[in-house]
């Protein structure tokens, strides 16, 4: 799970006057890693009209949106959750496993099957999370391929 805090650093820049958010950036291999850092610099500066905020520590791995943020970590671990029988949402080819299983309004989704997992963290607030996870999704697609044969 993400670790998503406000902090007091100085504003602007990517920041557009927010406090940065605290987001800890995974770990991953270094092909992953190579594949995160693609799909961060291709992002969009607004997502869902809000704008992109700063993010540290800095990491070419998380990105963050809005206020409250929405955030995003390229790299991280597959779910331990996640089972052969779990229920994914698949948006524009990207399968999504929603976190809490079950929820009517999830508020994180780790996205499977690609050569980088990875993790959006979506406030209740936002929702329906559809169109956040179209803009995602779709630039996930550009830049991360999947897995062949269909694996997670």
Same mark, same amino acid.
């Given at each position: 799970?993400?670790?998503?805090?406000?902090?007091?650093?100085?504003?602007?820049?990517?920041?557009?006057?927010?406090?940065?958010? +605290?987001?800890?950036?995974?770990?991953?291999?270094?092909?992953? $890693?190579?594949?995160?850092?693609?799909?961060?610099?291709?992002?969009?500066?607004?997502?869902?009209?809000?704008?992109? +905020?700063?993010?540290?520590?800095?990491? $070419?791995?998380?990105?963050?949106?809005?206020?409250?943020?929405?955030?995003?970590?390229?790299?991280?671990?597959?779910?331990?959750?996640?089972?052969?029988?779990?229920?994914?949402?698949?948006?524009?080819?990207?399968?999504?496993?929603?976190?809490?299983?079950?929820?009517?309004?999830?508020?994180?989704?780790?996205?499977?099957?690609?050569?980088?997992?990875?993790?959006?963290?979506?406030?209740? $607030?936002?929702?329906?999370?559809?169109?956040?996870?179209?803009?995602? $999704?779709?630039?996930?697609?550009?830049?991360?391929?999947?897995?062949?044969?269909?694996?997670?």
């Amino acid at each position: 799970m993400a670790c998503v805090l406000l902090t007091g650093c100085a504003s602007g820049g990517a920041g557009h006057g927010d406090a940065a958010v +605290r987001l800890v950036p995974p770990r991953p291999a270094p092909a992953a $890693s190579r594949y995160c850092a693609a799909l961060t610099r291709t992002l969009p500066a607004r997502l869902g009209g809000h704008p992109r +905020r700063a993010v540290r520590p800095g990491s $070419s791995l998380t990105v963050a949106w809005g206020n409250p943020p929405v955030t995003l970590r390229c790299g991280v671990p597959l779910p331990a959750a996640l089972t052969p029988t779990a229920e994914l949402t698949v948006v524009n080819g990207v399968s999504w496993f929603p976190q809490p299983p079950g929820a009517a309004t999830p508020t994180q989704f780790i996205e499977v099957g690609r050569e980088a997992y990875v993790e959006l963290t979506i406030p209740a $607030s936002y929702a329906p999370a559809g169109p956040l996870l179209v803009a995602i $999704s779709n630039a996930i697609v550009a830049v991360i391929p999947a897995k062949t044969g269909g694996q997670i």
